[in-house]
């Protein structure tokens, strides 16, 4: 993946007390063949590694205390202003509804976000309505109907009295506005439909529906994984509708991720959301230094502690995050935090969002298997085993391996994990600590 090879490429530059010409020539090398099989664009990839050059071969930099680090901030600072620098919230209509007209290619996940973001919004406290006007597959309008009503909103539909969808698409948008109003709806999400690739048929219904709906929010939904693919799509639709904002789906899968870091600074559009997995909860607001620290796999402590907010009280929140920093976090509250993750949805996600353990969990495939025998080893440890992992010894490995009906390699597996995550949040901690590294511009 993109995030292992720029932590290769990285790793030179890392351990070095000095930075020099030949090793910022090669790191650069490097980090540019990693963008580039990413499938990043290839002028947005060179134009990368030029600004991230021109900044570390600047003279502060180099005699700053400590080069290496400041290497890794730059192509952090730089990877954060490519993905757009800012996260950019959904538009609103000054007088309800919100209209939110959302396009994209067939099989972009379209349906599925007007779904998710329905669930978004709600749990917001706002009242969303959304309209099926994908009305050339009757499957389209029934999938929507049934993701309404998984999430508790109206659908707007129009069926004839056969049941089958009525093929006015333009109609079907354009009633739906009026009937969200009336309904006191504070926003309507039309679905539209999409082709297997761009064509006119497809652009002029859509253009239609922007004309007859007067979107505040034109949304382009598009497959992360289709790579280079996406930053065209992305562009073709923008020519025609000129969009609010990227949608992008399926970033959980085993994307290159260069789609993200293209299209924003190809389309000059902002990414507002990234969809993460099937299920409606898998959705995130879109934050360029968040993705950063995940592809520079720092994890994404912030969306985690966002996550875990919804679970735990706030309180317990920020206390979690305070020993993240501090490294105080031992096993006792990783398993803690096992507990309570095991009611936040997807383990999986939510576990690839704590910095280190994603990496080490990716590598054994967690599954609730896997899960349960995190749990079993921590569960027969001694409580100052798990404050201080390090005095668990080879005596101590055996005594609770057997306890947990394990091997002493399981023990020396989860220790390892632990010690590694326990490595980057120090990373971690140090980059939030310091602010911004010097700028050689000032
Ligand atoms: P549409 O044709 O654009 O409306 O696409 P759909 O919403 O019907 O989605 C197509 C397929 O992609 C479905 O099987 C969805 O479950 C799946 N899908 C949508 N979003 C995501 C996502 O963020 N992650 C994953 N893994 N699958 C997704
Ligand atoms: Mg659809």
Redesign the pocket.
């Known amino acids: 993946t993109l995030s292992d090879k720029l932590d290769a490429a990285l790793k030179n530059v890392k351990g070095e007390g000095r930075i020099n010409d030949l090793n910022i020539a090669e790191t650069m090398r490097e980090v540019r063949r990693a963008l580039l099989d990413a499938d990043v664009n290839y002028q947005v990839a060179k134009d990368f590694t030029n600004k991230v050059k021109a900044h570390v071969t600047d003279e502060k930099v180099l005699q700053a205390v400590n080069p290496g680090q400041q290497f890794v901030k730059h192509v952090y600072d730089e990877l954060v202003y490519l993905l757009g620098d800012v996260h950019v919230d959904l538009n609103q209509a000054k007088r309800p509804p919100t209209v939110i007209l959302v396009a994209?290619l067939?099989?972009?996940?379209?349906?599925?976000?007007v779904g998710k973001l329905a669930h978004f919004l709600k749990a917001k406290g706002r009242s969303p309505m959304v309209a099926a006007a994908?009305v050339y597959r009757p499957a389209a309008v029934d999938?929507l109907e049934t993701l309404a009503g998984q999430v508790g909103v109206p659908v707007f539909a129009i069926r004839g009295a056969d049941g089958v969808p009525v093929k006015d698409a333009v109609a079907v948008a354009e009633q739906a506005v009026a009937e969200a109003r009336r309904m006191g709806r504070d926003t309507i999400i039309i679905?539209t439909a999409?082709r297997l690739h761009v064509d006119e048929a497809m652009m002029d219904e859509v253009v239609a529906i922007k004309k007859a709906t007067e979107p505040d929010e034109i949304l382009f939904?598009v497959d992360a994984m289709t790579g280079q693919d996406a930053v065209n799509t992305a562009k073709a639709f923008n020519d025609r509708l000129d969009i609010d904002g990227v949608v992008l789906?399926?970033?959980?899968?085993d994307t290159r991720g260069g789609a993200a870091l293209s299209i924003r600074s190809v389309v000059e559009k902002p990414i507002k959301f990234a969809?993460?997995?099937?299920k409606l909860d898998?959705l995130t607001e879109f934050y360029p230094d968040r993705m950063a620290q995940r592809i520079l796999g720092m994890g994404d402590v912030v969306s985690f502690v966002e996550k875990a907010q919804e679970q735990f009280d706030a309180e317990e929140a920020e206390k979690l995050q305070r020993k993240f920093r501090t490294q105080e976090f031992d096993l006792q509250d990783f398993y803690d935090q096992l507990q309570k993750i095991k009611n936040m949805g997807s383990l999986k996600d939510l576990l690839g969002m704590i910095p280190g353990v994603g990496k080490a969990i990716k590598q054994i495939d967690v599954d609730d298997e896997a899960f349960r025998h995190i749990e079993a080893l921590i569960q027969s440890m001694t409580p100052v085993e798990r404050a201080q992992p390090e005095i668990i010894n080879g005596s101590r490995r055996r005594r609770i391996a057997k306890g947990a009906g394990m091997e002493v390699q399981d023990v020396n597996a989860l220790l390892k994990q632990f010690r590694e995550m326990k490595k980057l949040m120090k990373t971690m901690s140090k980059l939030q600590g310091k602010g911004r590294a010097v700028d050689p511009t000032q």
């Open positions: 994209g067939q099989g972009a996940g379209k349906t599925t976000f994908d999938q679905d999409g939904v789906t399926k970033l959980d899968g969809g993460t997995g099937e898998a």
